[in-house]
């Protein structure tokens, strides 16, 4: 893309920012006159979101929107998904082109509060980690002075190298890319010695490369990124829908009802189960959908530790453990409000 | 829109002097109908442009993004691999947007006059009669020209780091200098007390060469004897600083690079991205370049230089003193669109990791701050006046060379 394409887009993207209705309606009634939610996610990252053999978009941040999806329409399928790079996510929310960004993006709160987003939720607890080629005989991230890395603009991974390099006092040389393809095969001819990203990313990267024995991550983790999906701020109840869906599918899992069970849990006798799956009282009111929308949620996604297992964890190539993003009660930091 | 003044028929006895003119006439007069409708024009454009801004605005505070140009003084907090001024991780994003302008006015620069120079000779070589020359320069401006610039910068950029050594196996070079994937490092010279000396040497050697010059073509013009004012010119510019350098003893220590665990260390480094982008929008526009050249030199009548030849000037000199000359007048305006083109295309530089104005400012700072309104505004309104110098000056320099007709 040649810049005058690129600043083409750009200004077309701000000039509907600019142009923009100043009084809009509701997203969720946007999104069911239109019959689809459309939701901006990452051009291509295993586990999180990319297209299967068949073309189908699959990965945790995918059956977020999926849920939402099953949730507002009883029908998962009824998702419209625009790949974006790191760089365009912002504007392409703010601009009223997605619904939901989500697209292993870190809450911060600059994101939070200057950018015309709030965060709904964390669906993924990670954290900034380095990836190094095994010939190079490094053991960890203290050895790094001196070394080149590969980055990705328009990330919050910029600034962490930055910072841990100043804090370690040590020095680096940064190589910085705009898409993730480009940053890899720099990595890969030898342009860099590190890769830098967050653990999971390094994870399903290092599938992609030629011999993914090779490669080493480093057990430093220099950041926190919660990763999340966010909506433009100013409509609460949209947000309310996408966060009470997130919190749905953890709920669930902690209660035990599974994409499988879910049917028969609608004759479970405990009241929690009940109030989740719309059998008792009237929750699907408040977020302006049917009772039953966390059950059609489950029914579509599974429980937030199936589509855990199934995207990024044993059932799936990148076999990453559940760590942090195990329940509270297991020791790790997934944790719902209860819905009642 | 401007009509001519309609004709009126004056009535025998009418008052000739003050023709009467009603606001109703005014309707059937083109030329205030025409300055009416154009007032309206400039006011719809106006409110429209206003309507805009202030939607804008609107819509960026309702949706609570942050606005206005404070942010420039805030802590940019991320590093940047090229740098031709100081520039650290704690330098404000200001400073990092600066950082950004000399980066791509250095790719700019230099492409420009690379691709000048390749573009010159590919075009004349296109004319040449030895047809071997004529074909290698034709396909490879059919080549060039037809293929976008952004997968010429890759597969350059790929080719590069493919055939490189891994820093462990770098290439020695003499003079402590090293060759790697990395780059080529070679030692950075630390200017010592005195070399102020040399400069101040460099700019008398200018000067002295523009007056020698001058002297050299007022003598040749009243005497028609020939001095080689070039050569001199030449060896003033080069052996006073030289000259200079030796006599303020050398002021100058050198960082030579090392080899270290992961990298070379010290020296100063020439970046793969910057060979790269550098190569590839030069070979890129050069091929532009040849045509314009080939074009210009094709449209100088036969006439003049069978005349030259006539009077017995050498090819050589038929070329440079009457061809050229008047070949410049065709090329000098499509050429300043082939600079423009250049200067723009160099913000491709983010696809290959160079940190040009587009990849620090419109891409890192933007990301950071959220701004993009302001931080677009910025790099287009930056663009803008480069290309608007870069028109003035050839605008200039072809006023320059136009014909001066007597």
Sequence with gaps: MNLQVKIG????????????????????????????????????????????EKGNWAGIDVDVCRAVAA???????????????????????????????????????SRDTSAGMNFAGINY???????????????????????????????????????????????????????????????????????????SQLYATR??????????????????????????????????????????????????VTSANVDKMLESSNPEIKRMLGVEGDFGKGVGLDNDWAYQAIKAVGNYGESFERNVGQGSRLKISRGQNALWRDGGLQYAPPIR | MMGREPVTFKAPGADVSHPRRSPIDLIYDPKA?????????VVALIALGVEIVSNAITNLQKQNIASGFGFLDRIAGFDISQTLIDYTNTSTYGRAFWVGLTNTLLVAGIGIVASTVIGFIVGIARLSSNWLIARLAGVYV????????????????????????????????????????????????????????????????????IVLGAWARRRRIATG??????????????????????????????NAPTVGRFNITGGLTLLPELVALLVGLSLYTAAFIAEIVRAGIAGVPKGQKEAAFALGLSQGQVMRLV????????????????????????????????????????GTVLNQTNQAIEVILITMGVYLLISLVTSLLMNWFNARMALVER
């Design chain 1, 9 to 52: 887009l750009t200004a077309a993207a701000l000039l509907a920012l600019a142009a923009a209705p100043a009084a809009a309606q509701g997203t969720l009634q946007k999104v069911n006159d239109r019959g689809e939610l459309t939701c901006g996610v990452n051009t291509g990252i295993a586990g999180f979101s990319a297209p299967d």
């Design chain 1, 71 to 109: 949730a507002i329409f009883k029908d998962p399928k009824k998702v419209k998904f625009v790949p974006l790079t790191a760089k365009e996510r912002f504007t392409a929310l703010q601009s009223g082109e997605i619904d939901i960004l989500s697209r292993n993006t870190t809450w911060t709160m």
């Design chain 1, 125 to 199: 607890y990670d954290g900034q980690g380095f990836m190094v080629n095994k010939s190079l005989g490094v053991k960890s991230a203290k050895e790094l002075a001196g070394a080149s890395i590969c980055v990705q603009t328009g990330t919050t991974t910029e600034l962490n190298v930055a910072d841990y390099f100043r804090q370690t006092g040590m020095t680096y040389k940064p190589v910085v890319f705009e898409k993730l393809p480009e940053t890899i095969a720099a990595y890969n001819a030898g342009r860099c010695d590190v890769f830098t990203s967050d653990a």
């Design chain 1, 207 to 256: 599938l992609t490369l030629g011999n993914p024995g090779d490669h080493i991550v480093l057990p430093e983790v220099i950041s926190k990124e919660p990763l999340g999906p966010a909506v433009r701020q100013g409509d609460a109840q949209w947000a309310n829908i996408v966060r009470w869906v997130l919190f749905a599918l953890v709920n669930a899992e902690e209660l035990g």
């Design chain 2, 33 to 41: 109908r025409g300055i009416f409708l154009q007032v309206l024009l």
């Design chain 2, 142 to 209: 059919e080549v060039v020209r037809n293929i976008p610039p952004l997968l010429m910068l890759f597969a350059i950029y790929f080719a590069v780091l493919k055939t490189l050594p891994l820093p462990r196996d770098s290439i020695a070079l003499p003079l402590s200098s090293y060759l790697n994937v990395r780059g080529l490092t070679v030692p950075k010279p630390i200017w010592q007390d005195g070399i102020g000396l040399v400069g101040a040497a460099f700019i008398a050697g200018c000067v002295a060469a």
């Design chain 2, 225 to 254: 004897r020939i001095f080689p004012s070039v050569w001199a010119g030449l060896a003033l510019i080069i052996g006073l600083p030289v000259l200079a350098f030796f006599l303020a003893g050398s002021p100058v220590t050198f």
């Design chain 2, 323 to 362: 061809v050229i000359p008047q070949a410049m007048r065709i090329i000098i305006p499509p050429l300043t669109n082939q600079y423009l083109n250049l200067t723009k295309n160099s913000s491709l530089a983010v696809a290959i990791g160079y940190p040009d104005l587009v990849h620090v400012f419109a």
